[in-house]
């Protein structure tokens, strides 16, 4: 049996770009180790959860790592608070938040009460209490973003916003759903009656009264979520199993699969990875562990960016990185693909599939020699990311038979 090291590159996949001549950010970068791998193994294509879907990337992780997103992914809220390093149980409740500004009224005249340029971390730490019983967190986003997640027994997600999602009207009471959701939407009224006398009172809110600014006297919820209970990862797959990663969001993925997260050393999450410090990082963890995630954030954040050349370069510095993989491909199947396409010319995710390799020592090839969108057309692979997993049990000796 081999061991099995997953390097997820985010939003690797692109789209012809006239800055490089008519190139893919793949195409253009030079990447020995890539097109070395790409000898080495197998290649094609694969299509992010399934064909035609353009998905983000929680849905794609959790479908890179086996699960079925029509029956686990529960709606962005548990994803966005785990994406701002909040730590999400399986059966909390979580949701998308923002500071709002309500008049004397009580009626939302801002759904972002201004623009809120400092950090509203004290505003999130003072209305983090517990009610009843339900421990209530909040913590900050971007400007006046934030995510809230309660945890307790009997929580249900079937219940409505707070946001009434225009301005000139006043914040919904919470409703329940559902019968079994009464003590979810109770304590949640309960717990922003009490937001409101704090916010209005809070000495952040007073000096921003006080330069003219609107006041973030309201927290307005919406797109309640239950975190899913996933199967665990290591027990379904019979790996142990760690990951490599630097953007919270995907950290709590795996946590909640019950894959360890490693620490280590060193800048991630950015353009600005420690690109070889994260490869050695995980070529370490995989000295006492079966299988290795690794996300590299960087390509997505180009490709956000529209800017193309800065998509190329990240390329090139993680193809550098995994120059080291090259001598310890014994015993080892490697993978490199990306988690779906965010292609520089939209500047978004796209439902374009992503090229992926297989690759091994005294593994089957199938004639190609270059890792890129193009070179992939020609290649042997063409799958849905769910059945990635099955895969690469196949490729490293691990899966068991299917018949007599
Ligand atoms: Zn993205």
Do not use: W
Request: aromatic share 6%; glycine share 10%; hydrophobic share 40%.
């Amino acid at each position: 049996m081999k061991k099995i090291l997953l390097i997820v590159m985010d939003g690797l996949g692109d789209r012809p770009n006239p800055e490089l001549g008519g190139r893919t950010a793949l195409e253009a970068a030079y990447r020995p180790s890539l097109n070395y791998l790409a000898a080495h193994g197998i290649n094609g294509f694969m299509f992010p959860v399934k064909e035609g879907i353009r998905s983000g990337s929680d849905t794609s992780h959790l479908s890179i790592l086996g699960y079925n997103t029509f029956s686990v992914y529960t709606g962005r809220g548990p994803f966005e608070a785990m994406g701002l390093g909040m730590d999400v149980m399986p059966g909390d409740i979580a949701f998308r938040a923002n500071f709002a500004y309500v008049n004397d009224d009580g009626i939302v005249e801002d759904r972002r009460a201004g623009r809120i340029s400092d950090s509203t971390e004290e505003l999130c730490k003072a209305i983090s209490v517990e009610i009843d019983g339900v421990q209530f967190t909040v913590k900050n986003g971007v400007e006046h973003r934030a995510a809230l997640v309660m945890h307790g027994e009997g929580l249900s997600d079937r219940i409505s916003d707070s946001d009434p999602h225009v301005i000139g009207r006043a914040p919904e009471m919470i409703k329940a759903l559902d019968p079994e959701a009464g003590f979810t939407a109770e304590v949640l009224n309960k717990y922003l009656e009490m937001t409101r006398k704090v916010l209005n009172s809070h000495g952040y809110n007073r000096s921003r009264r006080n330069s003219g600014n609107l006041p973030a006297n309201e927290l307005l919820l919406r797109g309640a979520g239950k975190a899913p209970v996933l199967e665990n990862f290591q027990q379904k797959y019979r790996l142990k199993a760690a990951c490599v990663v630097g953007i919270p969001l995907i950290s709590g993925i795996c946590k909640l699969a019950g894959i360890e997260v490693v620490k280590y050393k060193g800048s991630t999450g950015t353009v600005k990875t420690d690109y070889s410090g994260k490869i050695a990082a995980a070529l370490k963890a995989l000295e006492t562990r079966d299988f290795v995630l690794v996300n590299i954030k960087a390509p997505d954040i180009a490709g956000h960016d529209g800017n193309a050349l800065l998509k190329r370069d990240v390329i090139q510095e993680s193809d550098r990185a995994f120059s080291q993989i090259i001598p310890r491909l014994d015993g080892l199947v490697v993978a490199i693909t990306g988690d779906h396409s965010t292609p520089c010319s939209i500047k978004e995710h796209s439902g374009d599939p992503v090229p992926i390799v297989v690759a091994g020592n005294a593994m089957r090839t199938d004639g190609i020699t270059r890792f890129d969108e193009t070179s992939a057309v020609s290649g042997t692979l063409r799958l849905k990311s769910t059945d990635l997993m099955d895969v690469l049990m196949s490729a490293s000796d691990r899966s068991e038979k299917y018949g007599a």
